[in-house]
């Protein structure tokens, strides 16, 4: 006589994913990696993984903390160029990583997560998602763990500043920059003196005819550690294993 399955007969544990950013990524990493009888799907709503590194672009982007200490532990990048590495590099380091481990094959990209809730009859998430290409049709996943890892530099907006909707100027903001804008010999008013808006300034002075910056309070500022000098940039982390 055939016996019948227990109740200890492992199912895989489906998990959905919002977010192909370095969080994202990090996760369905170690997921991959070490949780056996998984079904995983990173679902991103950019063309490509990157998550804010592959949406911002605004002149300056850069990292704000050194390099070496901002990668993957598991994938360690001992040649960065700069100190302090630029948006595009940073961006060409996570997609190699996802093409180094073969991550891409559970990521599908163009797709807008519009809803969720949680079905406490049947224990799982029913999880709204909409592909960019149409967006008259949406369809509806389960899964019983839902992970958001969309950070939180995506949902832009401009600040309410009287008489912004009748500036005769152009109105950008950094975490929306136009590809390709030309910005030489113009006057440009920058509002907010944060990490986006230093990194703009200093990179927009160079072609403006006239560059002003407002601010509520004064931040201080020093001069990046070799900055200037590439040799110098040179660790002892080029030439031995990750720690």
């Not at 891409?104 to 519009?114: A, E, H, K, L, V």
């Not at 949680?118 to 709204?128: A, P, Q, R």
């Not at 010999?185 to 990490?195: L, Q, R, S, T, Y």
């Not at 560059?211 to 990046?224: A, D, E, K, Q």
Request: proline share 5%; with cysteine; hydrophobic share 35%.
């Amino acid at each position: 006589m055939e016996l019948a399955q227990t109740a200890f007969v492992p199912k895989p544990i489906r998990i959905v994913v919002i977010g192909a950013g370095i969080s994202g990524i990090q996760f369905l990493k170690d997921v991959t990696t070490r949780l056996p009888n998984v079904n995983i799907t990173v679902y991103d709503k950019n063309s490509e993984e990157g998550g804010t590194w592959a949406e911002n672009r605004y002149p300056g982007c850069a990292c704000d903390i050194p390099s070496h200490a901002y990668q993957y532990s598991w994938n360690p990048n001992p040649r960065w160029s700069r100190l302090y590495a630029e948006a595009a590099e940073i961006l060409d380091y996570l997609k190699s990583t996802v093409t180094k481990f073969d991550l891409r094959r559970y990521i599908q990209f163009g797709t807008t997560c519009t809803g969720a809730n949680w079905d406490e009859m049947n224990s799982e998430w029913n999880v709204s998602l909409q592909s960019n290409e149409n967006t008259d049709n949406g369809v509806w996943v389960k899964c019983d763990v839902f992970v958001i890892a969309i950070g939180r530099l995506n949902n832009w907006k401009l600040p309410d500043i009287k008489g912004l909707d009748t500036f005769q100027g152009r109105v950008i903001h950094t975490a929306n920059w136009p590809q390709g804008l030309d910005y030489r010999d113009k006057d440009i008013a920058v509002i907010g003196n944060g990490a986006s808006s230093t990194q703009c300034l200093a990179s927009l002075r160079k072609d403006t005819r006239s560059i002003s910056n407002f601010i509520r309070g004064p931040t201080w500022l020093v001069p990046h550690v070799f900055s200037s000098n590439a040799e110098a940039q040179v660790t002892c982390q080029q030439d031995l294993p990750y720690r």
